[in-house]
C-alpha cells in the first residue's frame, strides 16, 4: 500500500525558513519521480517543485532561487527546503509521486499524494 507522509509545516515568519519531509513506502521510491505541491484556499492545486528519480529537478517560477527540492533514496524521503518565505507562500503543501520517474509536469502522471501538511507565514 502507498504511502506518503508529509511533516514539517507551520508558522514561520516572513522571510523565515521552513523544511517540509515526506515519508514514503509501499513503492519502489527510487524509481519514481517525487513532486511537491500546494493548495491555498480558494485556489488551484499549484505544481511548486518535482525531482525525478535520476535527480533532476524542476522549478516553479515564482519559488525559483528559493526553494530547494532533494531526495534521499536510502531513506525513501524527499525534502522542500523554503526559504525566503512570503506572503504568497502559505498553503497546505502535499508530497506526490509519479511512476514515471522522469522529470515531467504531467500533472496526471502524480497518482499517489499524501494529506498533505500546513505552512502559514505571518509576523
Known amino acids: 500500500q502507498v504511502q506518503l507522509v508529509e511533516s514539517g509545516g507551520g508558522l514561520v515568519q516572513p522571510e523565515g525558513s521552513l523544511r517540509l519531509s515526506c515519508a514514503a513506502s509501499g513503492f519502489t521510491f527510487s524509481t519514481f519521480a517525487m513532486g511537491w505541491f500546494r493548495q491555498a484556499p480558494g485556489k488551484d492545486r499549484e505544481l511548486v517543485s518535482i525531482i525525478s528519480s535520476a535527480g533532476y529537478t524542476y522549478y516553479e517560477d515564482s519559488v525559483k532561487g528559493r526553494f530547494t527540492i532533494s531526495r534521499d533514496n536510502a531513506k525513501s524521503t524527499t525534502y522542500l527546503h523554503m526559504n525566503i518565505l512570503k506572503s504568497e507562500d502559505p498553503a497546505v503543501y502535499s508530497c506526490?509521486?509519479?511512476?514515471?520517474?522522469?522529470?515531467?509536469?504531467?500533472?496526471?502522471?502524480?497518482?499517489?499524494w499524501g494529506q498533505g501538511t500546513r505552512v502559514t507565514v505571518s509576523s
Open positions: 506526490e509521486a509519479s511512476h514515471r520517474g522522469i522529470l515531467s509536469t504531467r500533472l496526471d502522471d502524480f497518482r499517489y
